[in-house]
């Protein structure tokens, strides 16, 4: 709204604007005092008028020294636990994630609500254990499933908040038209509707999952060299085109899931790995810590670094298997409910507002992203939220854990977890429960669950977090299932534990 452009006379029944505020004759503001002091204060009255509206902040424009940071989440897509250097990677490097972490704060012990893909988003994005809301699977492509529209996502809240709000890269929360990205609260959206894609080639849109087109909002868009490279380009053009508005951009990298695939001359830098997969895998990392150098040199040309919340974690763990990563010292890969299926590297920056070098080592989560940036924003954080705003932590003025419990609930071989600050249960398949002081062994190598009397107490809080909880919305992929060779072998499967598990699956 705004006074000044406001078209169209006034109503009949008042004075038209050009009487309204007609000065006093010239020598008549000691004849008329009284007209003199009207007039002034008519002046007065619409100059307060127009401050006022021209104030009202927009979407469009909110420069103000009040307006809540820029807020951007990079998810990097089955980074393994020790391939970023502040986690002690060895055989190549990750200097733009690393000189992100050294200026703010790293978590040694962050987690995400699910081991593999869609479900860890749909998380990450509602502040809610998506358990609540039934999406325990990646939703099937073209079968119409996708996050339920019940859900409030984190780019509705941040546009009520007058925030411009930015997908690019992967979404995998449904394919079909009412769950993409525009749907449920992105002005904008570049990059892949599905669970992944070629990073050189596209087709058609009928063609199969990793081939079809990208999306720029609804037009079609080709893969156009490095994919990885071209979705770091298009998050660097979002930051430039919105920096005089708050913005939110969520830059939700492909990579390094598979396909294993890299440019030539990034594969080249790597030739001291001999083991091939590993040296694409390296390259394949190497082009996302490209792009977080991209994205934050364009926040300092802009001279935004201390008006911006970054965050930065992987989606969930590793799978060595299928991309060459490595979750070391942990147990477990992607899929499983030990550490190295939910564990990740976790980043939260903000210069002048945390401290560089800050180390924090209490569990904290990916649910805790969307309180944090809707109370940095200024906004109304939601009251059903499991997350918690992580700046009082950071701060020192909330002395206790940001979580009494956290849970995880894999359907895929009936996996169960939950942790307090000292102790981990871990249940999988039929196994009695397994015990670990995860503190101490982060490895999850010595279970103590026969000397420790926690394990009843612990599973019944994780029976009670899960038995409000409904059905899947649907049923998952085939690789979700416990049954896969690679995830049996992460469990430490035998093919008896894997009949009694059959024996007892749900449908």
């Given at each position: 709204?705004?006074?000044?452009?406001?078209?169209?006379?006034?109503?009949?029944?008042?004075?038209?604007?050009?009487?309204?505020?007609?000065?006093?004759?010239?020598?008549?503001?000691?004849a008329?005092p009284?007209?003199?002091?009207?007039?002034?204060?008519r002046?007065?009255?619409?100059?307060?008028?127009?401050?006022?509206?021209?104030?009202?902040?927009?979407?469009?424009?909110?420069?103000?020294a009040?307006?809540?940071?820029?807020?951007?989440v990079?998810?990097?897509?089955?980074?393994?636990?020790?391939?970023?250097?502040?986690?002690?990677?060895?055989?190549?490097?990750?200097?733009?994630?690393?000189?992100?972490?050294?200026?703010?704060?790293?978590f040694?012990?962050?987690?995400?609500?699910?081991?593999?893909?869609?479900?860890?988003?749909?998380?990450?994005?509602?502040?809610?254990?998506?358990?609540?809301?039934?999406?325990?699977?990646n939703?099937k492509?073209?079968?119409?499933?996708?996050?339920?529209?019940?859900?409030?996502?984190?780019?509705?809240?941040?546009?009520?908040?007058?925030?411009?709000?930015?997908?690019?890269?992967?979404?995998?929360?449904?394919?079909?038209?009412?769950?993409?990205?525009?749907?449920?609260?992105?002005?904008?959206?570049?990059?892949?509707?599905?669970?992944g894609?070629?990073?050189?080639?596209?087709?058609?849109?009928?063609?199969?999952?990793?081939?079809?087109?990208?999306?720029?909002?609804?037009?079609?868009?080709?893969?156009?060299?490095?994919?990885?490279?071209?979705?770091?380009?298009?998050?660097?053009?979002?930051?430039?085109?919105?920096?005089?508005?708050?913005?939110?951009?969520?830059?939700?990298?492909?990579a390094?899931?598979?396909?294993?695939?890299?440019?030539?001359?990034?594969?080249?830098r790597?030739?001291?790995?001999?083991?091939?997969?590993?040296?694409?895998?390296?390259?394949?990392?190497t082009s996302?810590?490209?792009?977080?150098?991209?994205?934050?040199?364009?926040?300092?040309?802009?001279?935004?670094?201390?008006?911006?919340?970054?965050?930065?974690?992987?989606?969930n763990?590793?799978?060595?298997?299928?991309?060459?990563?490595?979750?070391?010292?942990?147990?477990?890969?992607?899929g499983?409910?030990?550490?190295?299926?939910?564990?990740?590297?976790?980043?939260?920056?903000?210069?002048?507002?945390?401290?560089?070098?800050?180390?924090?080592?209490?569990?904290?989560s990916?649910?805790?992203?969307?309180?944090?940036a809707?109370?940095?924003?200024?906004?109304?954080?939601?009251?059903?939220?499991?997350?918690v705003?992580?700046?009082?932590?950071?701060?020192?003025s909330?002395?206790?854990?940001?979580?009494?419990?956290?849970?995880?609930?894999?359907?895929?071989?009936?996996?169960?977890?939950?942790?307090?600050?000292?102790?981990?249960?871990?249940?999988?398949?039929?196994?009695?429960?397994?015990?670990?002081?995860?503190?101490?062994?982060?490895?999850e190598?010595?279970?103590?669950?026969?000397?420790?009397?926690?394990?009843?107490?612990?599973?019944?809080?994780?029976?009670?977090?899960?038995?409000t909880?409904?059905?899947?919305?649907?049923?998952?992929?085939?690789?979700?299932?416990?049954?896969?060779?690679?995830?049996?072998?992460?469990?430490?499967?035998?093919?008896?534990?894997?009949?009694?598990?059959?024996?007892?699956?749900?449908?």
């Open positions: 709204m705004s006074l000044c452009v406001r078209p169209g006379p006034w109503p009949s029944s008042r004075r038209e604007p050009t009487q309204w505020l007609a000065p006093p004759a010239r020598g008549s503001w000691v008329e009284s007209r003199a002091i009207l007039y002034t204060v002046v007065l009255i619409l100059s307060l008028l127009v401050c006022c509206a021209c104030s009202v902040p927009t979407r469009t424009g909110s420069a103000g009040d307006r809540g940071p820029n807020i951007i990079i998810l990097a897509d089955d980074l393994g636990h020790a391939d970023v250097g502040f986690h002690g990677l060895t055989d190549f490097a990750t200097p733009n994630i690393d000189r992100l972490a050294a200026s703010g704060a790293r040694t012990d962050a987690y995400v609500t699910h081991p593999y893909c869609s479900p860890s988003r749909a998380g990450l994005l509602t502040g809610r254990y998506q358990h609540r809301f039934g999406h325990i699977h939703p492509f073209r079968a119409g499933d996708g996050l339920p529209l019940s859900e409030t996502l984190l780019p509705e809240v941040l546009s009520q908040a007058g925030y411009v709000t930015g997908i690019v890269g992967k979404w995998h929360l449904g394919d079909a038209p009412p769950f993409r990205p525009r749907q449920r609260g992105f002005d904008e959206f570049f990059g892949i509707l599905g669970g894609h070629d990073y050189f080639r596209s087709a058609g849109p009928d063609a199969r999952e990793y081939l079809i087109p990208l999306k720029r909002n609804d037009e079609d868009v080709p893969v156009e060299g490095c994919l990885t490279q071209q979705l770091s380009d298009a998050g660097v053009d979002f930051v430039r085109r919105h920096s005089e508005s708050p913005f939110f951009l969520y830059l939700s990298y492909n390094p899931h598979g396909p294993l695939q890299a440019p030539s001359e990034l594969e080249e790597f030739q001291s790995i001999e083991d091939p997969r590993r040296r694409t895998y390296a390259a394949m990392v996302v810590d490209d792009g977080v150098g991209d994205i934050t040199e364009a926040i300092g040309d802009l001279s935004l670094t201390e008006r911006t919340l970054l965050f930065f974690l992987s989606d763990g590793g799978p060595p298997f299928a991309n060459a990563s490595d979750n070391s010292p942990l147990r477990g890969v992607k499983t409910v030990y550490e190295g299926g939910v564990r990740v590297p976790f980043v939260l920056a903000w210069p002048g507002r945390v401290s560089p070098g800050t180390v924090y080592d209490l569990p904290v990916a649910l805790d992203i969307f309180p944090t809707v109370a940095s924003a200024g906004a109304n954080v939601p009251s059903n939220l499991d997350g705003d992580l700046m009082p932590h950071l701060s020192g909330a002395t206790g854990p940001p979580h009494e419990h956290l849970y995880w609930y894999a359907a895929g071989g009936d996996q169960y977890a939950i942790r307090t600050q000292d102790r981990k249960l871990v249940r999988t398949l039929t196994r009695d429960p397994e015990l670990y002081d995860i503190q101490s062994d982060i490895s190598s010595v279970d103590i669950s026969a000397e420790d009397g926690s394990v009843a107490e612990l599973e019944s809080a994780l029976d009670a977090w899960h038995a909880h409904p059905r899947p919305q649907w049923l998952g992929t085939a690789r979700d299932r416990p049954i896969s060779p690679n995830t049996v072998t992460a469990l430490s499967a035998d093919q008896s534990e894997i009949d009694a598990w059959l024996a007892v699956a749900r449908p």
